[in-house]
């Protein structure tokens, strides 16, 4: 969860102040990550015939998703805002995935989630601290992209080469995005090296260990452990960009947190939950 919230500061450090336009920023992150996966995986053809098995291209187009509405998200959006809109939907992704899938969540963690939610809506609606409406909009749209692909997590046998694979099959989709823009292309050394460091570490290593973990939890604790991330990139904005602490903020994420550990505690009282995976062939 720290590297996640690391993926938020960085993109602040970035974008928030004007080092590095969006589309390069996607585009130098995504070519990062797949640069020290291919290199964790190994450059041989038994390197190359891992990826290949366990690439997806669904699972590439959600990461590609995910990537550039984050990164144009947060040229509006606070770093411990932008986290909180990323990963409430995140919840709402996953969870709602895991209801359809037969998932029944308790009274008590319907009433954490609830909670939680309430608490989301107050922070995006209207009002003399909330946030972008555009930018709220791409991070939403992000998070439900991220949902996507760490579902499609849960079914891959070699997180590694699996996370490899989506970074590799996304990083054309990048490409596309960088030409698109090409009018608007803009960056210093600086964003240049917060774009590396997202990709390659926060993003590429990050992401591998996620997906390595995702097969011991239930698609509701992989949705809900995730909203710890908004605190820690919050503090993170605090520490490294100066960001104020609103009332607002602080509210809405004491409730969102409350409401997960309200949800989590009810989860332990009951037995596994129905698989929820979205699998490499779906």
Avoid: H
């Avoid at 102040?17 to 969006?22: E, L, N, R, S, Y």
């Avoid at 996607?26 to 450059?43: D, E, P, Q």
């Avoid at 709220?136 to 590694?160: F, N, Q």
């Amino acid at each position: 969860m720290t590297a996640f919230a690391a993926n938020s500061v960085f993109a602040r450090l970035a974008l928030g102040d004007g080092a590095m336009d969006p589309a390069s920023y996607t585009l130098i992150r995504i070519l990062a990550g797949a640069l020290m996966l291919v290199l964790l995986v190994g450059l041989g053809a038994r390197g190359r015939g891992r990826m290949r098995s366990t690439g997806s291209v669904a699972s590439a187009l959600a990461l590609f998703g995910y990537a550039a509405g984050f990164s144009y998200a947060y040229v509006a959006l606070e770093t411990g805002i932008g986290a909180l809109i990323l990963f409430a939907c995140v919840q709402a992704t996953m969870i709602g995935w895991a209801v359809a899938r037969g998932d029944r969540p308790l009274p008590l963690e319907w009433l954490g989630l609830i909670a939680a939610f309430a608490a989301f809506v107050w922070l995006v609606s209207p009002g003399l601290a909330a946030p972008d409406p555009l930018g709220a909009a791409l991070m939403a749209g992000a998070g439900i992209a991220w949902g996507i692909y760490s579902l499609r997590g849960r079914g891959v046998g070699d997180p590694l080469a699996g996370t490899a694979g989506a970074f590799v099959l996304a990083a054309p989709l990048g490409v596309g995005l960088a030409l698109v823009g090409l009018a608007g292309l803009a960056a210093s050394p600086f964003g240049v090296l917060m774009a590396v460091a997202s990709g390659a570490l926060a993003s590429g290593l990050g992401y591998a260990l996620w997906y390595r973990v995702l097969g011991s939890l239930t698609a509701t604790q992989a949705g809900i452990v995730q909203l710890t991330v908004p605190v820690i990139a919050a503090l993170g904005g605090i520490a490294f960009l100066g960001e104020p602490l609103t009332l607002r903020f602080a509210l809405a994420s004491t409730v969102i947190l409350g409401g997960v550990a309200v949800a989590i505690v009810a989860r332990g009282k009951r037995g596994p939950a129905p698989s929820a995976v979205i699998r490499s062939d779906q």
